[in-house]
Nanobody
């Protein structure tokens, strides 16, 4: 089982940028899809971005599409999420997760992922 640790969240003003990271403290994520998801207070967890095990395929959720980019460095066992032009409604806990037994299709929803990190808080002030 992979242990994931998120970092790089924080407090930023509207219009600013952050670059959370997702690192595997135990296990190897190379070859496994990684997803970034977020949960705002009182709302369901939603997909932000997912990336295939090789990094050749990505998919973005509607909420941050055009304002974020997911990438991975398998040599560093780390996945990154570049967040740009942040808005107050982007505030929430951002989680990364990995799929243990990936198939051909790149899964986009939270239910398709098995091992989760503890999350990193992103707060955007107006």
């Amino acid at each position: 089982q992979v242990q994931l640790v998120e970092s790089g969240g924080g407090l930023v003003q509207a219009g600013g940028s952050l670059r959370p990271s997702c690192a595997a403290s135990e296990g190897i994520i190379s070859g496994h899809p990684i997803g970034w998801f977020r949960q705002a207070p009182g709302k369901e967890r939603e997909s932000v971005a997912v990336i295939s095990g090789s990094g050749s395929r990505t998919d973005y959720g509607d909420s941050l599409k055009g304002r974020c980019a997911i990438s991975r460095d398998n040599a560093k066992n780390t996945v990154y999420l570049q967040l740009n032009k942040l808005k107050p409604e982007d505030t929430g806990i951002y989680y990364c997760a990995t799929e243990r037994y990936p198939g051909i299709q790149l899964k986009t929803g939270p239910s398709g992922y098995d091992d989760w990190g503890q999350g990193t808080q992103v707060t955007v002030s107006s």
